[in-house]
């Protein structure tokens, strides 16, 4: 796994500022890809998804970026609010295409 | 509309000890996922279930932990003798099938002192 263990990296950004929180994923393969938030003592919670035939995909408020040639995924957070604060994982599909592997995680501090 | 539930919440139990985690999954979900996540940490793959059979059990850290879903829905970890370095959040997550989004309930927090 990609466990780094209890130092999670840490953005801090001001309310209404954009905010962007990168992951790099390990496995060429890897064909579908997810951004989950956690708030403290919740479970993970789905904000949106890439599939690997794509490069960008936009929600509400957050865009997904994946560069294939380099492994790496982003997640754009506009005008981001107090209630984005929160740890974000990139977790990635791969192996058997029937699991799922976490990312170590990013903590978003949004500042009012 | 209800979400993957799981019980309890919280559970706290000596070194030693049995314990039984249970998860709900969403209605129609065939498949159901387990995950301990310690702190500071994304969630760690333990088994992984379609409909009733454990399809990749890859995760277990050992043989004190075992997981059942008999029917199809509801699912149970098993841990006996519990460790303490058992303590994390055991989380679960359920999806249409195999491989589709996964969607996580509140997860259990256990506590082996």
């Known amino acids: 796994g990609e466990n780094v263990g209890l130092h999670l990296p840490t953005l801090s950004v001001q309310e209404g500022d954009n905010s962007i929180i990168n992951c790099a994923y390990s496995n060429s393969a890897s064909d579908y890809f997810i951004w989950y938030k956690q708030e403290s003592g919740k479970g993970p919670q789905f904000i949106i998804d890439i599939r690997s035939n794509m490069d960008k995909r936009q929600g509400q408020r957050v865009t997904v970026l994946l560069n294939k040639t380099v492994k790496h995924l982003s997640l754009q957070i506009a005008a981001t609010q107090p209630g984005d604060s929160a740890v974000y994982f990139c977790a990635e599909r791969r192996d058997n295409f029937n699991k799922f592997y976490f990312g170590s995680g990013t903590k978003l501090n949004v500042k009012p | 509309g209800a979400g993957v539930s799981q019980t309890p919440s919280n559970k706290v139990t000596e070194k030693g000890k049995y314990v039984e985690l249970r998860c709900d999954p969403i209605s129609g979900h065939t498949a159901l996922y387990w995950y301990r996540q310690s702190l500071g940490q994304g969630p760690e793959f333990l088994i992984y279930?379609?409909?009733?059979?454990?399809?990749?059990d890859s995760g277990l850290p050992n043989d004190r932990f075992f997981a059942v879903r008999p029917e199809g829905s509801v699912s149970t970890l098993k841990i006996q003798r519990t460790e303490r370095g058992d303590s994390a959040v055991y989380l679960c997550a359920s999806s249409l099938q195999g491989g589709d989004t996964q969607y996580f309930g509140p997860g259990t927090r256990l506590t082996v002192l």
């Open positions: 279930f379609q409909g009733t059979g454990a399809a990749d």
